[in-house]
């Protein structure tokens, strides 16, 4: 009887470590750019239980085969995912980790949800007019601050409004050209410098501010709007993909998720 309770205890425990794996990867790196690192430290995991198995029944040259190759892939897994993996450390680093993970219903308040409707109905209003108008802006949404890329910027820190946004990005103002940084409910900086994506397979038609969008989501988890000059296209750059939005419902419904 103790055997069996024992071994039936140990089977929770196991069960329970993989219910708790399974939600962190559903919540936290599925549909990411860490999602390939995932999978491919599963495929390691796989390749040395399978020499171990190889070694202990006594198949020597198969076991040492397969291990020399897993030896061989972790050390290109560490050349090849450097970029997921310094981005994957630092989201375990970042205070929005434990308060996802701890609070995830940090905006039940009402007052705070009324707040996000506001903001975000000053955001997408100025989009559309510059997206009419083929004015370029590049705006991040950036939870949390390393320094890196607002100390580029002038800091601002005011409430969101579509006018200061429309002014901001207005040609003849000397912040247009860079990006403006909304986080917790205020604009924090503008005329911030982005990293620029080194993906060389882009379309042609993708100009300074979109290939800073697009690099930005790949150094961060920001989601970056880029509204183009050329063309007046809405984007939305994320885990370094872009995305169009036409419509200003599906927009807004993005921002959201973004901005809590």
Same mark, same amino acid.
């Given at each position: 009887?103790?055997?069996?309770?024992?071994?039936?205890?140990?089977?929770?425990?196991?069960?329970?470590?993989?219910?708790?794996?399974?939600?962190?990867?559903?919540?936290?790196?599925?549909?990411?750019?860490?999602?390939?690192?995932?999978?491919?430290?599963?495929?390691?995991?796989?390749?040395?239980?399978?020499?171990?198995?190889?070694?202990?029944?006594?198949?020597?040259?198969?076991?040492?085969?397969?291990?020399?190759?897993?030896?061989?892939?972790?050390?290109?897994?560490?050349?090849?995912?450097?970029?997921?993996?310094?981005?994957?450390?630092?989201?375990?680093?970042?205070?929005?980790? @434990?308060? #996802?993970? /701890?609070?995830?219903?940090?905006?039940? !308040?009402? =007052?705070?949800?009324?707040?996000?409707? &506001?903001? *975000?109905?000053?955001?997408?209003?100025?989009?559309?007019?510059?997206?009419?108008?083929?004015?370029?802006?590049?705006?991040?949404?950036?939870?949390?601050?390393?320094?890196?890329?607002?100390?580029?910027?002038?800091?601002?820190?005011?409430?969101?409004?579509?006018?200061?946004? @429309?002014? #901001?990005? /207005?040609?003849?103002?000397?912040?247009? !050209?860079? =990006?403006?940084?909304?986080?917790?409910? &205020?604009? *924090?900086?503008?005329?911030?410098?982005?990293?620029?994506?080194?993906?060389?397979?882009?379309?042609?038609?993708?100009?300074?501010?979109?290939?800073?969008?697009?690099?930005?989501?790949?150094?961060?988890?920001?989601?970056?709007?880029?509204?183009?000059?050329?063309?007046?296209?809405?984007? #939305?750059?994320?885990?370094?993909?872009?995305?169009?939005?036409d419509d200003m419902k599906k927009l807004k419904a993005?921002?959201?998720?973004?901005?809590?």
């Amino acid at each position: 009887m103790d055997f069996f309770i024992h071994h039936l205890i140990n089977i929770l425990q196991v069960v329970l470590i993989a219910i708790a794996c399974w939600l962190f990867y559903k919540r936290f790196i599925k549909n990411t750019n860490s999602e390939r690192l995932v999978r491919g430290i599963l495929g390691l995991v796989v390749l040395w239980l399978s020499s171990w198995l190889f070694l202990y029944l006594k198949l020597g040259i198969l076991g040492e085969f397969t291990r020399l190759i897993a030896i061989v892939l972790s050390i290109g897994t560490v050349v090849v995912f450097q970029p997921e993996l310094r981005k994957f450390f630092a989201m375990m680093g970042h205070m929005r980790f @434990l308060r #996802i993970l /701890f609070s995830p219903s940090a905006t039940s !308040d009402a =007052a705070t949800k009324a707040k996000i409707q &506001h903001d *975000l109905d000053e955001i997408v209003s100025s989009v559309a007019y510059m997206s009419k108008r083929h004015t370029g802006a590049l705006i991040v949404f950036r939870n949390e601050f390393d320094g890196t890329i607002e100390n580029l910027g002038t800091k601002i820190n005011a409430e969101i409004s579509s006018e200061l946004i @429309l002014t #901001i990005f /207005f040609d003849k103002t000397p912040l247009h !050209d860079g =990006a403006m940084i909304i986080g917790g409910g &205020h604009i *924090l900086y503008a005329g911030a410098v982005l990293p620029l994506t080194q993906k060389s397979d882009l379309n042609w038609r993708y100009g300074t501010r979109h290939r800073a969008a697009i690099g930005m989501s790949e150094a961060s988890d920001s989601v970056v709007l880029v509204v183009s000059e050329e063309t007046g296209t809405i984007s #939305i750059a994320e885990n370094g993909k872009l995305t169009k939005y036409d419509d200003m419902k599906k927009l807004k419904a993005r921002l959201e998720k973004a901005i809590n």
